[in-house]
């Protein structure tokens, strides 16, 4: 399993161009995946795959990412199924350096192109010098992917995933507590070593 995050600084970007944004989103990561599939250093080969976006994170707040479900290996011009290095598909550094490479370079065309509006709360970056200030950040700015192994095998991967796309943004499980203030939910923070905290 890999994960693909972007920085927070393009969430707005994607909360009010939800079409344009994640069709960049998926591409740049699709690309990425397979380029690296197909350099010799790693496997040589086609590679399938798929993907589930997912836009939020526990707190409910704007987290788009994508998850992305890869079988160990690829298949090769001969026909035969090259397995990967054992507990090692692709190294992250780099993932992550051409992830970003791509998505950045489809954004800015899809400024320029006006398929990414700068309206609402954009409208600042109407004014060059403010965006190319967010575009330098971006670049200067760590994006995250992550590698996973599978955990207690491919059927669980599956079903982890399924319960993203067939569920509500929160579970009756993780409500804590209710009064005339609002209502608290538990979440899990991963930044900070997986903590579980409550909100209101």
Known sequence: MLFFTIPEHLNAF??????????????????????FAHDEKYLGGEIAFFAV???????LMDHPHIHCVIPGGALMENGCWKHCPKNFLFPIKPLSVLFK??????????????????CGNLQQYKNLPVLQALIDTLYKTQWVVYVKPPFAGPKAVIKYLGRY????????????????????FKWKDYADGNRQKSCL
Do not use: C, P
């Open 101 to 118: 490479g791509k998505l950045l370079d489809y954004f800015k065309k899809a400024i320029e192109t006006g398929d990414i509006e700068l």
């Open 165 to 184: 796309t067939h569920r509500i943004a929160i579970s009756n499980s993780r409500l804590a507590s209710m009064d005339d203030k609002g209502v608290a």
């Open 14 to 35: 994607a909360l009010r161009n939800k079409k344009a944004f994640y069709s960049i989103f998926f591409q740049a990561v699709s690309e990425t995946l397979q380029a």
């Open 53 to 59: 976006l997912h836009t939020w994170g526990q707190n």
